[in-house]
C-alpha cells in the first residue's frame, strides 16, 4: 500500500533523512522505532506531505505523493495524528471530529464514521460538546485519533500515540490501535514505546540518524540483542 524508496529530507544544510527504503503492505500494522532526533517524525511529515523530500519516492497504492499538496493526500486515503495531538482547543469534541471529515462531501457516511468513531471511543460520546481543550491529555489523544479516522483513511499514521499518558492509558490507547487495524485500516506507527509497538507490529523498522539500520518482523526485533539493549532496557 505504501512504498518509500531512497527518501532523503533535507534541513537547510543538514540531511535528516538519508535514503530510507520501506513498505507497509495492505492490512498491516508497521512501527518505526529509534531514538529522539532518529528522523522519525520528518519521515511521518514527508509522507503526509508536511515536510518536501530532498529526493526519493512515496507511492500510495501506486501513485507518488512527493508533488501533491497535503490536503490532496487526505483525499487519497492517508491521514496522520500528529506528535502532541494538535486538536483545536477551542472548538467542541463534535466540531474537531467534523473537521476531521472536511475532504469528504457524503453525509450518510460522515454520520455513519462518526457513530463509528463514539463506539471506538465512548469517552468523546461522552463529552461531544465539552472544549477540546479542557479534555485530560488521554481523552485528546482519543479526539486526535477519531478526527484522522473521519477522513476514512485507508492508512492512519500515528505519531507517538502514547507520549504522556499514564500506563493504563498507554494499554488503551494501544489496545483500539489493534482494534482500528482489525476493522481494516492500515497503520503506520511511529513510537517511543518500543516494547509495546513491536508487541502489536506486523513488521518493523529501526531507524537511526536518519538510516535504516534493522527490519524484521515485531517478534524478531523484540528478541533481536541489539534492540533489546538499545531500547528495551535488556
Given at each position: ?105 457524503d453525509k450518510d457516511g460522515i454520520q ?123
Amino acid at each position: 500500500m505504501l512504498e518509500v524508496t531512497d527518501l532523503k529530507v533535507n534541513y537547510g544544510m543538514i540531511q535528516a533523512i538519508k535514503g530510507i527504503t520501506f513498505t507497509v503492505k495492505d492490512g498491516e500494522i508497521v512501527t518505526l522505532i529509534g531514538a529522539n532526533g532518529a528522523g522519525k517524525t520528518t519521515t511521518m511529515h514527508a509522507i503526509s506531505g508536511l515536510l518536501k523530500p530532498a529526493s526519493g519516492s512515496i507511492k500510495l497504492d501506486g501513485q507518488e505523493l512527493t508533488k501533491v499538496p497535503s490536503h490532496k493526500i487526505v483525499g487519497m486515503g492517508l491521514a496522520q495524528v500528529p506528535e502532541g495531538r494538535r486538536v483545536f482547543a477551542q472548538q467542541t469534541v463534535e466540531e474537531n471530529l467534523s473537521l476531521g471529515a472536511f475532504v469528504r462531501k457524503d453525509k450518510d457516511g460522515i454520520q455513519k464514521d462518526l457513530d463509528y468513531v463514539y463506539d471506538l471511543f465512548p469517552r468523546l460520546k461522552e463529552r461531544q460538546v465539552q472544549l477540546a481543550g479542557t479534555l485530560s491529555g488521554g481523552e485528546q489523544q482519543m479526539l486526535a485519533m477519531g478526527r484522522a479516522l473521519m477522513a476514512q483513511p485507508k492508512i492512519l499514521l500515528l505519531d507517538e500515540p502514547s507520549m504522556g499518558l499514564s500506563p493504563l492509558l498507554v494499554s488503551e490507547i494501544f489496545r483500539i490501535i489493534e482494534e482500528i487495524n482489525q476493522k481494516g485500516t492500515t497503520v503506520l506507527l511511529v513510537e517511543q514505546n518500543a516494547k509495546r509497538a513491536l508487541a502489536i507490529a506486523n513488521r518493523a523498522y529501526v531507524l537511526e540518524t536518519g538510516n535504516i539500520t534493522l527490519e524484521g518482523t515485531g517478534a524478531e526485533l523484540a528478541s533481536d540483542e541489539r534492540v533489546q539493549k538499545a531500547y528495551l532496557g535488556g
